[in-house]
């Protein structure tokens, strides 16, 4: 397989995507990122400078689901994308060249494009046995990630499994997997938890890096702010049930169809955080808690093991301004929570008729000028 040399313009022109199209992606990879409108056409002109950076993609201890995220994004799918603006050199579930003629591929990225290419890793890394327990052309995926991701300019761990471990390393993890960054400790690795990942955020952190040549700000688990910044229930469509105190008690019951609040069935929404209620599914269709299930946190750190039962409802109620437990809301039923609300609005209302009394006494002590 040779670098490509197409310019991003003729390549998107070869897969029928209009100058229309491409600009709608600028703008909205602009809005995912947060950044104010006017950055869609620097972004746009950036991509179309872009030199096309090799791109490689590793699979590891995996189920595929994050490639399929991405190639299966929407109308035009995100993924098409994706592929234009990277020269895709080395992805196992869609690169022609197979064998031992890919693998030389990936020794000749590694050694003629030391520092240049990015790598994205897909799946959890066995550790146990020397890594024995995942092998790719008689090499464990562990060697192959030292080796590789070493020398790339940088590494996104896209999905939970690359990030944490995810399903593979959940308890008791007979493989010893881990994620990306334990696995190959001190190398820089962006994490895009998730499972599986949300391509609009990937494509969002490329566009990141093409445009202004560096990634975007990280978290503490290094994970991008933008998409990880906030919670779940701070962005959620049925937020208002819940701080009515209206529940759903039983799937499919009179609530559940109303659309109240999954809370109470274990939505994890209160605690986990992810842009995922406003970039959505499907071209910004749905998404689960829209379509009517709860959150199972799946962008939380070791989500598997610690956000489990996934039907079990939290231990504790936040936002009520008192640590209210979960089970007390089942004893003493949605009515005492309203007057919760109550008591929680009358003493926000107290706060503010304060405030304003204060501010006012701050105006009349206030010489004119
Ligand atoms: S608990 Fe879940 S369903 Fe209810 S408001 Fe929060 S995120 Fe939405
Ligand atoms: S609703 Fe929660 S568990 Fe479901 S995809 Fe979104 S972040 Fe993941």
Known sequence: MEIAKVGLRSALEAREI?????????????????????????????????????????EFQDCAGNSESMLRSGDPPVGD???????????????????????????????????????????AIPTADDGVYCTIGGRTALDIAREVCAHAA????????????????????????????????????????GCPHNPANTAAVLVHYLTFNEMPE??????????YGNLIHDQCERRAHYDAGRFVEEWGDEAHRKGWCLYKVGCKGPEATYNCPTVRW????????KAGHGCIACASHRFWDTRSPFYDRLPSVPGFGVDVKAEEI?????????????AQVAGNVVRDVLRARKDQDETDQTPDA
């Open 330 to 342: 089942g004893w003493i039923g949605t009515g005492v929570v309203a007057g919760a609300m109550v």
């Open 18 to 58: 209009t100058r229309r199209q491409f600009i709608e992606f600028c703008s909205a990879m602009v809005a995912t990122l947060a950044l104010p409108s006017r950055y869609t056409t620097a972004v746009a002109e950036a991509l179309e400078k872009t030199k096309r950076p090799v791109l490689v993609w590793l």
């Open 218 to 227: 990280l978290d503490q688990y290094n994970r991008p702010l933008f998409a």
């Open 81 to 123: 994308f994706v592929l234009e603006l990277f020269s895709w050199e080395y992805h196992e579930l869609i690169m022609a060249g197979a064998g031992k003629k890919a693998e030389e591929t990936l020794q000749r990225i590694v050694r003629d494009h030391k520092g240049e290419y990015i790598v994205v890793v897909e799946g």
């Open 154 to 193: 940088a590494n996104i761990a896209i999905g939970a499994c690359a990030w944490d471990g995810g399903v593979v390393s959940a308890g008791p993890n007979p493989t010893g997997a881990v994620g990306l960054q334990e696995a190959v400790p001190g190398i820089k690795v962006i994490n895009l938890g």
């Open 282 to 289: 499907n071209s910004g269709t749905s998404w689960p808690v």
